[in-house]
Nanobody, 125 residues
Framework: QVQLVESGGGSVQAGGSLRLSCAAS???????????MGWFRQAPGKERAVVAS????????YYAESVTGRFIISRDNAKNTVYLQMNSLKPEDTAVYYC???????????????WGQGTQVTVSS
């Protein structure tokens, strides 16, 4: 069983910051600390795509070029939670943000077909 609950979204002006949280639960995530995790986003009319990833160990993180230098992904394995600190937000960051575990062989793809409800981020100019 996979349960993912994203929170922390909202409406901000360009240049602002938000911190997203994703709480993972369910039988599958009893071993949350063994999963590489990622944040995805989906803007209207666009496909869902990964923007940040973090390995199970919390080691080397990866970012989409569009968010590099502005977003920071982190995790707390004791709390089964992954975070996304978003700084210097731009209107093009407007999207629904989701988290999911990642396929070990391909970080661009989610490991599970189940998704949470996502959290809306709206950035105005």
């Amino acid at each position: 069983q996979v349960q993912l609950v994203e929170s922390g979204g909202g409406s901000v002006q360009a240049g602002g910051s938000l911190r997203l949280s994703c709480a993972a639960s369910g039988s599958t995530f009893r071993s949350f600390g063994t999963y590489d995790m990622g944040w995805f986003r989906q803007a209207p009319g666009k496909e869902r795509a990964v923007v940040a990833s973090i390995p199970w160990s919390g080691g080397t993180t990866y970012y989409a070029e569009s968010v590099t230098g502005r977003f920071i992904i982190s995790r707390d394995n004791a709390k089964n939670t992954v975070y996304l600190q978003m700084n210097s937000l731009k209107p093009e960051d407007t999207a629904v943000y989701y988290c999911n575990a990642l396929r070990y062989s391909d970080y661009s793809k989610p490991l599970f077909n189940s998704w949470g409800q996502g959290t809306q981020v709206t950035v105005s100019s």
